[in-house]
């Protein structure tokens, strides 16, 4: 490498970077900014030229292990993008969201120049650790680009060029980064148009494949500015659910929809987004050509060209369950109502019961992280053993330590007489819950760290360790992996308690809130009942404090209806109705009647049948026909 050339560069990088000022041959913005970033935000130095980092294959396959079966999907992908660019010295990368390269394909007799450059399975390429560089500034902008050459803040990487595309998941997450890097190529950045287009295209193919996976059991909306294109190659994806509600969607239909309607849009009704019934779906599976397949966006006005994709029939002899159900332990499976997400998080969850591997649960605040835990205690062979918790941020700092491990009699001032045992000792056999594990101090996540990786403790005034056996599930709602880089939180230890990490989705983006309402009433007795005007008003809120301001909504309203009353708009919390639109759109039917409805239209009102289906008893679907109002539109009851 020119070392003259790498002056200039650390030099440029210095001037427009550090001191503000102007450079001959300036990068474009987007360059220019993440050069600012990885100066005053990483606090990284141009005049340090940093060799790539490929971490350990352990490492690595934790980092895989997290993507789960996206990477299987993926693969394919990443094969056939390289069929297209191998001829052109180009090799494939796919990171996960943190930069850290899960899958690779190039060519073997280069293997050793990229793996010294980087370009290798394992190789980090995070802005805060390497600079401006394309999977690093895609993940930081979201955005798809080219980081050509002199681009790159590190001088070391000046002769490489990367082409990097965001990959979203079926909610509009990033979840990877699809890249496509060269040790070396022509000088101008042009040259990898073609390369960027290319990116671009796999990057949305992947997205979509994985979408399909994801709502394989659902409604898929497949939606497009042109009919000829609709159903092969679809711009915007969205699920949705037997009653209606759209419980996924890729980013570009996030984008639009979250555009028309000022925010989420994850459990509103398909009415409400779209000039169209979801009732009427069934005309827009089949091919229709032109003005037939077309549909308004409702506030906007847009035209799309829809097709539709049913969910595939339920086997008539069989209940109307999950298929995952049958599999599933108990336990994990009364946690979900029917929410996709969450669902896939539990049938991962449902295989790491009995395993060694550690879990960390993330989620907001109130997302149900400690009900999770309990369950996967409930589900495994240590369900007859204690379950401790332990709430890291409730315990004072100065007595952690003895709370944690126990001590013996007299080992500090005010230490119990005859000595304590600890939480950790406590737990032995079962398992441990450690909530808000990223308030643990620093010095004890050392003795953390030891007990998870010796299976031993050591009690404060002790000399002797002593056995512990026991399952670490461990929960946040802080990104740990923040925490690491800002040196708040002990790297050895977050990889040692993220051997699985499952993340809980908020109480907004869950589709079951309709069940989860049923459940909560049901609890007391009798049960009151909820008006059409409170179950919208429900449906609307944001609910900032997940599950557990849920709870808490539905105890006061049910207080305030009295036993067996009726919970309307005047029985909920001053806090809903504050936190409510000025004008909120006309109420709804629950997403549990929209199913009923359905099952009763396809089984031509027959009540017995749909009672066979659902696995309940015909004088329960009597029951909640009559409460939803369900028959009339037929003049009579159904038989």
């Given amino acids: 490498m020119d070392r003259s050339a790498q002056r200039e560069h650390i030099h440029a990088v210095m001037r427009l970077a550090g001191d503000g000022l102007p450079v001959v041959d300036a990068p474009d913005p987007l360059i220019a900014e993440s050069w600012t970033r990885c100066v005053h935000q990483h606090g990284l130095d141009p005049t340090r030229m940093q060799p790539a980092v490929i971490l350990p294959h352990a490492r690595v396959r934790e980092h895989r292990e997290r993507l789960d079966d996206f ?39 280069l293997d050793t120049a990229l793996r010294r450059a980087g370009l290798y399975l394992g190789s980090d390429w995070s802005e805060h650790h390497a600079g401006t560089c394309g999977v690093g ?24 060029t990367c082409t990097a595309a965001p990959v979203f998941d079926a909610l509009g997450r990033l979840t990877a980064i699809l890249d496509i890097s060269a040790l070396s190529s022509p000088q101008a950045k042009r040259s990898q148009h073609l390369a960027l287009q290319l990116v671009k295209v796999y990057a949305t193919r992947i997205e979509q494949a994985h979408f399909l996976r994801c709502y394989r059991r659902d409604w898929v909306l497949k939606l497009h500015t042109s009919p000829e294109f609709v159903e092969i190659s679809p711009d915007f994806l969205v699920a949705l659910d037997a009653g209606g509600r759209i419980v996924g969607h890729n980013r570009a239909a996030q984008c639009l929809l979250e ?27 089949r091919a229709a050509p032109g003005s037939g397949r077309a549909v308004t966006l409702r506030r906007s006005g847009r035209v799309l060209f829809l097709h539709a994709v049913p969910p595939p029939a339920p086997a008539m002899s069989a209940p109307s369950v999950r298929a995952a159900d049958a599999t599933l332990p108990a336990p994990l499976k009364a946690l ?6 969450l669902d896939r998080v539990i049938e991962r969850a449902a ?17 149900g992280k400690e009900f999770f835990a309990k369950a996967l205690h409930a589900a495994s062979r240590r369900r007859d053993k204690p379950f401790v918790a332990v709430n890291c941020a409730a315990i ?14 007299g080992s ?23 909530d808000e594990i990223g308030d643990m101090p620093l010095a004890l996540q050392a003795r953390l760290l030891r007990v ?7 009690p404060v005034g002790a000399t002797r360790a002593q056995p512990v056996d026991l399952r670490v599930v461990a929960a946040t709602h802080a990104d740990l992996a923040q925490l690491v880089r800002a040196g708040r939180f002990r790297a050895d230890l977050y990889y040692r308690l993220a051997g699985a990490q499952l993340v809980l989705p908020p109480l907004r983006e869950r589709a079951d809130l309709g069940w989860l309402v049923e459940r909560m009433l049901a609890g007391h007795a009798p049960p009151p009942r909820l008006s059409p005007e409170a179950a919208a008003m429900l449906r609307r809120h944001p609910w900032p404090g997940n599950l557990r301001e849920l709870r808490n909504a539905i105890d006061y309203a049910a207080a305030m209806a009295g036993p067996g009353g009726t919970i309307g708009l005047a029985e909920l919390p001053d806090s809903l109705l504050a936190a409510a639109p000025d004008a909120p759109p006309g109420p709804t039917p629950p997403p549990e009647a929209q199913l009923l409805l359905q099952y009763l239209r396809a089984a031509g009102w027959n009540v017995t049948q749909v009672a066979h289906q659902l696995g309940i008893s015909r004088m329960t679907v009597y029951r909640r026909m009559r409460r939803w109002g369900i028959g009339h539109e037929r003049g009579g009851s159904a038989d």
Avoid at 137 to 160: E, N, R, Y
Avoid at 266 to 283: K, N, S, T
Avoid at 358 to 364: A, D, K, T
Avoid at 413 to 432: V, Y
């Fill in 71 to 109: 990477l299987g999907i993926a693969r394919h992908g990443l094969e056939a993008l390289y069929r297209q660019v191998a001829g052109m010295g180009y090799c494939v990368l796919l990171t996960d969201a943190r930069g850290v390269t899960v899958d690779f394909i190039g060519d073997l007799q």
């Fill in 137 to 160: 500034t895609a993940i930081a902008t979201g955005q798809a680009l080219t980081v050509h050459q002199g681009d790159h803040f590190d001088a070391t990487h000046i002769p490489l």
């Fill in 259 to 285: 555009a028309e309607h000022g925010g989420t849009v994850l459990g509103l009704p398909f009415e409400q987004c779209f000039d169209a019934r979801f009732d009427d779906l069934g005309r827009h599976v």
């Fill in 336 to 341: 979900s109502g029917g929410d996709p997400a």
């Fill in 351 to 367: 295989r790491l019961v009995d395993t060694p591997v550690s879990v960390l649960l993330s989620g907001e605040t109130g997302s």
């Fill in 396 to 409: 004072p700092e100065p007595l952690i330590e003895s709370e944690l491990f126990g001590h013996l009699p």
């Fill in 412 to 434: 500090f001032s005010g230490a119990a007489p005859r000595g304590k045992r600890g939480l950790i000792q406590e737990a032995d056999g079962g398992t441990l819950f450690l």
């Fill in 452 to 458: 998870l990786a010796e299976r031993e403790l050591l």
